[in-house]
Nanobody, 114 residues
């Protein structure tokens, strides 16, 4: 059974930084991409950033130049968020896409105060 667990969310002032981490367990073959999505109250879930198996990254327009995705030696997926804005407030979800299936974490809340 695949499980994804996010950590690192919290409350930060505008202009501040946070780093999210996503760790996984279970066996996943044929990973196509890994990434982060977010969902603000009353809005649809949207792509923050994804990284494909070939290393190509795809950032949402609203986070380009401020957020960076990476992976550490333990294969966790990291999201470095800088210059945070109140409009970045949302629940952030880790995503793994493999063999036609989407796997999601439970989400971590990020709140940016003005």
């Amino acid at each position: 059974q695949v499980q994804l667990v996010e950590s690192g969310g919290g409350l930060v002032q505008a202009g501040g930084s946070l780093r999210l981490s996503c760790g996984g367990s279970g066996i996943i073959f044929s990973i196509n991409s890994m990434g982060w999505y977010r969902q603000a109250p009353g809005k649809q879930r949207e792509l923050v950033v994804e990284i494909t198996s070939s290393g190509r990254t795809n950032y949402g327009d609203s986070v380009k130049g401020r957020f960076t995705i990476s992976r550490d030696h333990a294969r966790n997926v990291l999201l470095e968020m800088n210059s945070l804005k109140p409009e970045d407030t949302a629940v952030y979800y880790c995503n793994v896409r493999a063999s036609g299936a989407d796997y999601w974490g439970q989400g971590t809340q990020v709140t940016v105060s003005s």
